[in-house]
């Protein structure tokens, strides 16, 4: 069975510091990582996906298969990015449920 | 351009109620499912669609049934609320493929006293 852990319930850091939220996941196939995103009063969003390697809203990802982690990096906060932070993985292929991790809770300070 | 509807934001229920949160999508897609946030344990999945009457467990199924009569639906139903299942339930929807990701409704709050 996979798991999604993410070992940070909250981060906190100043506007223009270095973010990174990390994401191990325990797998023994070739997963498909995601990030999602919920902004406050907002719904649950896609932020991105590894299998695109994008850059959205400034922040990447890259996908780790020796640490099996996928950590989420953005070298300058910006106050609207404080959120709540969702690492989830799906297993591929005719598999589509992802399963979640438990969160992180960014808050980006002035 | 809201894509996944859930039909309540907020509800209130009794202990024993039977209670039904409606979910539609209007993207055609394949998949449904139905989640659970608390806080502190993240999402958690309870059921899911992946064709019209067709479903399957997720992880906590207990307590909890679905029916998806209709492609562009997906109900959720407690079948006898209790108090432990206030909670805030999520819909999403998926192409059959997962690569693109889910679309999720905006949640409903549940309370049951």
Known sequence: AQRVTQPEKLLSVFKGAPVELKCNYSYSGSPELFWYVQYSRQRLQLLLRHISRESIKGFTADLNKGETSFHLKKPFAQEEDSAMYYCALSPGGSNYKLTFGKGTLLTVNP | ?113
């Not at chain 2, 109620?17 to 999508?25: D, G, M, R």
């Not at chain 2, 467990?57 to 639906?73: L, Q, T």
């Not at chain 2, 999403?92 to 049951?112: D, P, Q, W």
Request: net charge neutral.
């Open chain 2, 1 to 113: 351009d809201v894509k996944v509807t859930q039909s309540s934001r907020y509800l209130v229920k009794r202990t024993g109620e039977k209670v039904f949160l409606e979910c539609v999508q209007d993207m055609d897609h394949e998949n449904m499912f139905w989640y659970r946030q608390d806080p502190g344990l993240g999402l958690r999945l309870i059921y899911f669609s992946y064709d019209v009457k067709m479903k399957e467990k997720g992880d906590i199924p207990e307590g909890y049934s679905v029916s998806r009569e209709k492609k562009e639906r997906f109900s959720l139903i407690l079948e006898s609320a209790s108090t432990n299942q206030t909670s805030m339930y999520l819909c999403a929807s998926s192409l059959l493929t997962s690569n693109y990701g889910y679309t999720f409704g905006s949640g409903t709050r549940l309370t049951v006293v």
